[in-house]
């Protein structure tokens, strides 16, 4: 039993309570436009070529198996040819292409957590589980988290929540936190930009929240897609109704820009500003609620 990894950011303090060590895992149910971690959606190895660390060695081009790297006065990849076996990476020694893949069993992550356990127990952190979507590889998660547990590491997960109530079931007793993603609800504008509705999404959460787990609601503010008040009001209500305490706001930025240009994909809107944290709060201004508000960025 092995987990598929394609980061571990150890020192995070915004995924969670305390210091906490951020794994990332591979595959993703949804196909969010503005998505931050492109190279975990999809299961498989995913070549990365960021151009301008290479050199023009020309090494890439010498070992490939399929003919996927090539030289047009640079060097380029031929994506339709590209299998993700890491050959090239493998002999490149600039590291300007790389694979966002690494494969681990259990026992080894928890070697890896417990590296930083000692900042876990003076800061009240411990693991989250990001992606992709974690929950699509919900035997080895259940395996990880019972394994933190029995070592005392605090855990949570960051969700789309767009899987099968079973893989939650499988995690419940071990999970501490869910940080969960309610991006919109109405389901055919969720269907539009995210490739998937969000009836089951909604439904998911309804559920932690009455199988008592505490659920922080995260709201990714998008241009075009959920920032207006009339789509952020409909979320801070779904929130009440669920009784949960806090909801995040994530203002859009751009950060990931460029992983799309090495992963050689198109960015969903080139043209888009980043969106200011004040223009958030204007947005949210005078909507009456109960709940915690935090808006990040």
């Given at each position: 039993m092995e987990g598929r990894?394609?980061?571990?950011?150890?020192?995070?303090?915004?995924?969670?309570?305390?210091?906490?060590?951020?794994?990332?895992l591979k595959g993703c149910s949804l196909r969010c436009r503005?998505?931050?971690?492109?190279?975990?959606?999809?299961?498989?190895?995913?070549?990365?070529?960021?151009p301008q660390l290479c050199i023009g060695c020309g090494e890439c081009v010498r070992v490939c198996p399929n003919e996927a790297s090539g030289t047009l006065g640079d060097i380029t990849v031929d994506r339709s040819r590209c299998t993700g076996c890491g050959a090239c990476?493998?002999?490149?020694?600039a590291e300007a292409k790389y694979l966002r893949d690494s494969r681990?069993?259990?026992?080894?992550?928890?070697?890896?957590?417990?590296?930083?356990q000692s900042f876990y127990e003076r800061t009240?952190?411990?693991?989250?589980?990001?992606?992709?979507?974690?929950?699509?590889?919900?035997?080895?998660?259940e395996k990880i988290l019972r394994l933190c547990k029995e070592n005392r590491i605090g855990t949570a997960i960051e969700t789309c929540g767009n899987v099968p109530w079973e893989n939650f079931e499988r995690i419940l007793p071990w999970m501490d936190l869910f940080l969960y993603d309610i991006k919109h609800t109405d389901s055919e504008k969720h269907l539009h930009y995210t490739g998937g509705g969000c009836e089951r999404i909604?439904?998911?959460?309804?559920?932690?929240?009455?199988?008592?787990?505490?659920?922080?609601?995260?709201?990714?503010v998008i241009p075009e897609f959920n920032f207006d008040r009339e789509a952020l009001t409909d979320v801070i209500?779904?929130?009440?109704?669920?009784?949960?305490?806090?909801?995040?706001?994530?203002?859009?930025?751009?950060?990931?820009?460029?992983?799309?240009?090495?992963?050689?994909?198109?960015?969903?809107?080139?043209?888009?500003?980043?969106?200011?944290?004040?223009?958030?709060?204007?947005?949210?201004?005078?909507?009456?609620?109960?709940?915690?508000?935090h808006i990040d960025g």
């Amino acid at each position: 039993m092995e987990g598929r990894i394609t980061n571990i950011q150890r020192f995070s303090v915004h995924d969670g309570p305390g210091i906490r060590t951020v794994v990332f895992l591979k595959g993703c149910s949804l196909r969010c436009r503005w998505c931050c971690n492109p190279e975990a959606m999809l299961p498989e190895p995913v070549l990365m070529f960021n151009p301008q660390l290479c050199i023009g060695c020309g090494e890439c081009v010498r070992v490939c198996p399929n003919e996927a790297s090539g030289t047009l006065g640079d060097i380029t990849v031929d994506r339709s040819r590209c299998t993700g076996c890491g050959a090239c990476a493998e002999v490149c020694y600039a590291e300007a292409k790389y694979l966002r893949d690494s494969r681990m069993s259990p026992e080894q992550l928890l070697e890896e957590l417990k590296k930083d356990q000692s900042f876990y127990e003076r800061t009240g952190g411990g693991v989250t589980f990001s992606g992709g979507e974690a929950l699509l590889q919900a035997e080895f998660l259940e395996k990880i988290l019972r394994l933190c547990k029995e070592n005392r590491i605090g855990t949570a997960i960051e969700t789309c929540g767009n899987v099968p109530w079973e893989n939650f079931e499988r995690i419940l007793p071990w999970m501490d936190l869910f940080l969960y993603d309610i991006k919109h609800t109405d389901s055919e504008k969720h269907l539009h930009y995210t490739g998937g509705g969000c009836e089951r999404i909604m439904e998911n959460c309804e559920w932690l929240c009455v199988a008592g787990k505490e659920v922080i609601i995260r709201v990714p503010v998008i241009p075009e897609f959920n920032f207006d008040r009339e789509a952020l009001t409909d979320v801070i209500r779904f929130a009440e109704k669920m009784k949960v305490k806090e909801i995040d706001f994530l203002p859009y930025h751009r950060y990931a820009a460029n992983k799309y240009l090495y992963l050689g994909m198109d960015y969903w809107n080139p043209g888009m500003n980043m969106l200011d944290k004040k223009l958030v709060e204007e947005c949210l201004a005078g909507i009456e609620t109960s709940l915690d508000i935090h808006i990040d960025g």
